[in-house]
């Protein structure tokens, strides 16, 4: 008796697991920043849809340093919606951004990386550079 209890709990779980499943689907991996000023919107929003038959639950959204402030959404995603995940870049680091965001869910791919790039440029010390340039080419 306990054994075909077991039997039929066991097989009730294997087919929930492998019938109802989220599935996490982004417009695109990577956003590109492009050349923007210091101190310009850092802002940006990946968008994904749950292509799965269940729910889909973001537990986690983290990103490789303080500079990026990922927002994850709060509920839970029910299949066919949309979702948004906006990521706020702190534009007043005059450098190149690489930087990955990790999203953690239920979906059938548990993790997925998601990266900004881009490269924050200072406008008023950028004319060093180019005032070098041209003193070398003039010698």
Known sequence: MMKNLIAILFVGLISFGS???????????VIDYGTIEKGADGVRTFEFTNTGDAPLIISSVKSTCGCTVPKKP????????????????????????????????NADTPTVALKIKGL?????????LEKKEKSMIEQ
Do not use: L
């Not at 839970?76 to 965001?101: L, Q």
């Not at 924050?120 to 060093?128: E, F, L």
């Open 19 to 29: 019938f109802a499943q989220a599935k996490i689907e982004f417009k695109t991996n």
């Open 74 to 105: 709060k509920g839970p995603i029910m299949p066919g919606e949309t979702g948004e995940i906006e990521v706020k870049y702190d534009t007043k680091r005059v450098n190149p951004i690489r930087k990955t965001i990790t999203v953690i869910s």
């Open 120 to 128: 924050v440029i200072d406008p008023n010390k950028t004319s060093v």
